[in-house]
């Protein structure tokens, strides 16, 4: 079946420093890529997404590309902020599928000052 | 900005009992969905709803479970006769009828304790 894995947390890290988590996936097929964040007494949200190989998602300063040659879609954050905090979740989805997302286990970042 | 709210916060039951986890989801949304996690682990799929009926429902989703849309906002999860592993915090979602965006929406969850 699908499956997604993610980065052991929490990850603790200073103001400015580069942020990675790793995400990588098993799947037959061709999924489409997410980062969703989840930040404290909030839902989750869409933080960014690639639909193809090669295809590199980005907002508020974040990054990932979709790499089939070793199905990953790492995400990356040159320099974090303290707003930055939250809980990662990697996931994936098939077209024809109601969309349901397949999630990672989640990533805690916390970002000090 | 819309978004998609759910009631309660936090629910805590005895073994056995009944709940109902209520969801508004936004207003223009034509998919919604039930997600749940249990604490210290993924994000789990549950069940999708659309045009009033399932579309998709995951194998945790047994017959103590089911959903409904009583009246054209809200969108509930009934647990007839909850376990102590039921406890989880559960999630809504909503989405648009966009061709795999993967673009859900999310709530900020419900958790339930079962005692």
């Known amino acids: 079946g699908n499956s997604v894995t993610q980065m052991e947390g929490p990850v603790t890290l200073s103001e400015e420093a580069f942020l990675t988590i790793n995400c990588t996936y098993t799947?037959?097929?061709?999924?489409?890529l997410f980062w969703y964040v989840q930040y404290p007494g909030e839902g989750l949200q869409l933080l960014l997404k690639?639909?193809?190989?090669?295809d590199k998602g980005s907002n508020k300063g974040f990054e990932a590309t979709y790499r089939k040659e070793t199905t990953s879609f790492h995400l990356e954050k040159g320099s974090v902020q303290v707003s930055d905090s939250a809980v990662y979740f990697c996931?994936?989805?098939?077209?024809?599928?109601?969309?349901?997302?397949?999630f990672g286990s989640g990533t805690q970042l916390t970002v000090l000052p | 900005e819309p978004e998609v709210t759910q009631t309660p916060s936090h629910q805590v039951t005895q073994m056995g009992q009944e709940v109902i986890l209520r969801c508004v989801p936004i207003?223009?949304?034509?998919?919604f969905y039930w997600y749940r996690q249990i604490l210290g682990q993924k994000v789990e799929f549950l069940v999708s709803?659309?045009?009033?009926?399932?579309?998709?429902k995951s194998e945790i989703f047994d017959d103590q479970f089911s959903v409904e849309r009583p009246d054209g906002s809200n969108f509930t999860l009934k647990i007839r006769s909850t376990k102590l592993e039921d406890s989880a915090m559960y999630f809504c979602?909503?989405?648009?009828?966009?061709?795999?965006?993967?673009?859900?929406?999310f709530g900020e969850g419900s958790r339930l304790t079962v005692l």
């Open positions: 979602a909503s989405s648009a009828l966009a061709p795999n965006t993967g673009e859900l929406f």
């Open positions: 799947a037959t097929g061709y999924p489409s």
């Open positions: 690639a639909t193809k190989a090669d």
């Open positions: 996931a994936l989805t098939f077209s024809g599928s109601a969309r349901q997302l397949t």
């Open positions: 207003s223009n949304h034509l998919y």
């Open positions: 709803f659309y045009n009033n009926e399932i579309s998709e």
